[in-house]
């Protein structure tokens, strides 16, 4: 069973960044494509970010030009750097692969407020 520990959310003011971790117990990031999801409340959770075994990358059009998601093989370890945040970014955003494969994590709360 891979375990997924994201880290790194926080609050946060509108305009600013945040850099968010996720750290897999197995390889998974190195077999299939890395994923960062988040849920807002009310809301269902949504694919944000990914990257696929080859480097290519996909944004939702929400996040576009403001997240980048980058990832360590060796680290097995799957990054989510946001910048330019906004209020409607506020979510507990979840790593997973693409598509998702297991268990969730607990995942790491972000608030953008003034």
């Known amino acids: 069973q891979v375990q997924l520990v994201e880290s790194g959310g926080g609050l946060v003011q509108p305009g600013g960044s945040l850099r968010l971790s996720c750290a897999a117990s197995?390889?998974?990031?190195?077999?299939?494509?890395s994923g960062w999801y988040r849920q807002a409340p009310g809301k269902q959770r949504q694919l944000v970010a990914r990257m696929s075994n080859s480097g290519s990358t996909n944004y939702a059009d929400s996040v576009k030009g403001r997240f980048t998601i980058s990832r360590d093989n060796a680290k097995n370890t799957v990054y989510l750097q946001m910048n330019s945040l906004k209020p409607e970014d506020s979510a507990v955003y979840y790593c997973?692969?693409?598509?998702?494969?297991?268990?969730w994590g607990q995942g790491t709360q972000v608030t953008v407020s003034s």
């Open positions: 997973n692969s693409d598509p998702p494969w297991g268990h």
């Open positions: 197995g390889s998974i990031f190195s077999v299939f494509a």
